[in-house]
């Protein structure tokens, strides 16, 4: 298991842009996929976007699709969520969380194969 901390939500106006970063503490953190979702109260979580062990694979919800970018720095045990042209609709607790990185790729879209959470982070966007 990881333990994960998110950081980096806040308030911000439509157009403009946040980057939200996720510390994880505990072993094998770069044998890890990692992924971040999102739930708005009320409804349930939705996926946003992964990323495999290495980088070199990521996936996107298509309504991030072009304007948010997944990245990590396993030296730092880091994942980031760089969310650019923000829309009231992208207003939502964010949550990281912690995948094997061996599943077949269409699992990493769904919250039930992540083993460990974060607490989430509050975005929320202004019209």
């Known amino acids: 298991q990881v333990q994960l901390v998110e950081s980096g939500g806040g308030l911000v106006q439509a157009g403009g842009s946040l980057r939200l970063s996720c510390a994880a503490s505990g072993r094998a953190f770069s044998s890890y996929a990692m992924g971040w979702f999102r739930q708005v109260l009320g409804k349930e979580r939705e996926f946003v976007a992964a990323?495999?062990?290495?980088?070199?694979?990521?996936y996107y919800a298509d309504s991030v699709k072009g304007r948010f970018t997944i990245s990590r720095d396993n030296a730092k045990k880091t994942v980031y969520l760089q969310m650019n042209s923000l829309k009231p609709e992208d207003t939502a607790v964010y949550y990281c969380a912690a995948a094997d990185s061996f599943l077949v790729s269409s699992r990493y879209y769904s919250s039930s194969y992540y083993h460990s959470w974060g607490q989430g982070t509050q975005v929320t966007v202004s019209s």
């Open positions: 990323i495999k062990w290495s980088g070199g694979s990521t």
